[in-house]
């Protein structure tokens, strides 16, 4: 049967605005709201990166077959049926160990691919765009980068050919933005050129036929691109159709490919949309769930201040200062993106786009403060008029009776307010 993959290609090069939103997270409430808000008729397709799943752990503890597990229980909790997910791996290269020598670094590489193809990852992103320790001066050559994304995609298929399952299906390309947003602020991004589009792909091409992959290379179905959009701290740059026209009409003529989008977190519907237009087929979205989902928490955290703040004892979670206490204590995963003096750092901690309080949320004390608000709101009826103060649009749904006024219910659908955008993007 033909894969969903192959018929958002198919779409495209019949014109058809025609889409997939990729879902970059292992957060369970974001797991949670996606499932219940896919689209209708269509899989959904959700990512880990090396960073966040690998097969020491990552940041999350969890190998690529934890990761799967973990996925397809919220899919049987919620009833979702299994046949409809689509598993991709992000980023899938020497990254995590690029302060490595390249032989020791490829070799993690590959043991991650094959890793992720064994627990059953269909759709794998090659990035071998960062340079490796012992690599020569200057930019890394797109030759070596297409090589190495060859001996990637050489793992994946070894290991594909000693299991059932569906076949791998690739992502390449060498203009990769940086995983999470960038680290600095930016003013304008360079929109990837028909030439550098064209010279990744006929390298890596060469690359893959020389390794004898003819085959795999039938199945590289995206080439990831700069298509003008990124965020960082505290900026969005929007999509700019008319800078990325020609790029898009130069997809056109290939008849395999589509592009994928990478940063397209906190763009608007619009843009999105236009995005899938212009042949950035794959939006990738991650940061952006995890954003939604502190605000939605952030504003139960405000409301439990007003309903609790009288008590003779005080039986408020403190969730807000408790996060920001676990950052303070493991700083390393926020304190390289945050600039500024001890006020601007405290304020990015609690609402900077990139949002580095998701590697938090983790954390046992602040997990036991998640559960004590949701249990305080929980024991007694939110007012309407605190919920019109701080939750406007799910005030709005509640008063139509289209929401459930639980604080549960209340963080889902903040999430799914992102998602509703991708899906109007990705739908025709």
């Given at each position: 049967?033909?894969?969903?993959?192959?018929?958002?290609?198919?779409?495209?090069?019949?014109?058809?605005?025609?889409?997939?939103?990729?879902?970059?997270?292992?957060?369970?409430?974001?797991?949670?709201?996606?499932?219940?808000h896919a689209v209708p008729d269509q899989p959904l397709l959700i990512e880990s990166t090396c960073n966040q799943v690998n097969q020491f752990g990552g940041y999350t503890g969890m190998r690529p077959a934890d990761f799967v597990r973990v996925v397809r229980?919220?899919?049987?909790?919620?009833?979702?049926?299994?046949?409809?997910?689509?598993?991709?791996?992000?980023?899938?290269?020497?990254?995590?160990?690029?302060?490595?020598?390249?032989?020791?670094?490829?070799?993690?590489?590959?043991?991650?691919?094959?890793?992720?193809?064994?627990?059953?990852?269909?759709?794998?992103?090659?990035?071998?765009?960062?340079?490796?320790?012992?690599?020569?001066?200057?930019?890394?050559?797109?030759?070596?980068?297409?090589?190495?994304?060859?001996?990637?995609?050489?793992?994946?298929?070894?290991?594909?050919?000693?299991?059932?399952?569906?076949a791998p299906y690739y992502v390449i390309g060498t203009e990769?933005?940086?995983?999470?947003?960038?680290?600095?602020?930016?003013t304008s991004v360079q929109v990837t050129s028909i030439e550098r589009a064209r010279e990744t792909i006929e390298i890596t091409r060469k690359a893959f036929r020389h390794e004898g992959?003819?085959?795999?290379?039938?199945?590289?179905?995206?080439?990831?691109?700069?298509?003008?959009?990124?965020?960082?701290d505290d900026f969005v740059l929007e999509f700019k159709p008319e800078a990325a026209r020609d790029l898009s009409r130069f997809?056109?003529?290939?008849?395999?490919?589509?592009?994928?989008?990478?940063?397209?977190?906190?763009?608007?519907?619009?843009?999105?949309?236009?995005?899938?237009?212009?042949?950035?087929?794959?939006?990738?979205?991650?940061?952006?769930?995890?954003?939604?989902?502190?605000?939605?928490?952030?504003?139960?955290?405000?409301?439990?201040?007003?309903?609790?703040?009288?008590?003779?004892?005080?039986?408020?979670?403190?969730?807000v200062e408790t996060l920001d206490e676990a950052m303070l204590r493991a700083p390393e995963h926020w304190r390289s993106h945050y600039a500024g003096d001890e006020a601007a750092q405290r304020f990015a901690r609690r609402y900077s786009y990139s949002d580095r309080s998701r590697y938090y949320w983790p954390d046992a004390q602040v997990q036991a403060t998640l559960h004590k608000l949701l249990a305080n709101l929980s024991s007694r009826s939110v007012p309407l008029s605190l919920l019109s103060q701080y939750a406007p649009l799910q005030y709005a749904r509640i008063r139509q009776g289209e929401l459930a006024n639980t604080p549960e219910a209340l963080i889902l659908d903040r999430i799914t307010d992102v998602l509703r955008d991708y899906a109007f993007a990705v739908t025709t």
């Open positions: 049967m033909r894969h969903y993959l192959e018929a958002v290609i198919e779409a495209q090069k019949r014109g058809a605005a025609r889409g997939l939103t990729s879902i970059c997270s292992a957060h369970p409430w974001v797991l949670r709201a996606a499932m219940r229980d919220f899919a049987a909790t919620d009833d979702f049926a299994a046949d409809r997910l689509i598993l991709g791996g992000d980023h899938l290269g020497p990254a995590v160990w690029q302060h490595e020598p390249a032989d020791s670094a490829m070799q993690k590489a590959c043991d991650l691919i094959r890793a992720y193809v064994a627990a059953g990852y269909v759709k794998i992103h090659l990035d071998a765009s960062l340079k490796l320790a012992d690599d020569a001066p200057g930019p890394l050559a797109i030759e070596v980068a297409a090589w190495r994304a060859a001996q990637l995609a050489r793992a994946a298929e070894e290991e594909y050919a000693h299991r059932s399952g569906g990769v933005p940086i995983p999470g947003g960038a680290q600095e602020y930016e992959l003819a085959d795999a290379w039938g199945r590289v179905i995206a080439l990831v691109v700069q298509p003008g959009v990124e965020f960082g997809i056109e003529g290939e008849s395999r490919l589509i592009y994928e989008a990478h940063s397209t977190d906190y763009q608007t519907r619009e843009a999105l949309r236009q995005l899938v237009a212009g042949h950035f087929a794959i939006l990738k979205v991650g940061p952006a769930l995890t954003f939604a989902f502190r605000e939605a928490v952030f504003a139960l955290a405000l409301m439990e201040d007003e309903l609790f703040s009288g008590s003779r004892v005080d039986q408020r979670s403190r969730l």
